[in-house]
């Protein structure tokens, strides 16, 4: 397999944030709404799509 520098970047990145939460799911998504909440971006909720079989 190629290591890839960006995809080692990430994961190091994504395992640093997951350590400051014990690796806690929960509170790593605790932290992810909160930070939601605080910014100043509009924040979209798409409800789901129905997929729609081809006809034949």
């Known amino acids: ?26 509170a790593i998504c605790e932290a992810l709404k909160m930070r939601e909440q605080q910014s100043s971006r509009k924040v979209v909720n798409r409800a789901p799509r129905l997929l729609l079989k081809k006809a034949s």
């Open 1 to 26: 397999m190629m290591d890839d520098p960006i995809v080692e970047e990430v994961r190091k990145h994504r395992q640093a944030h997951a350590a400051k939460y014990n690796n806690d799911l929960k």
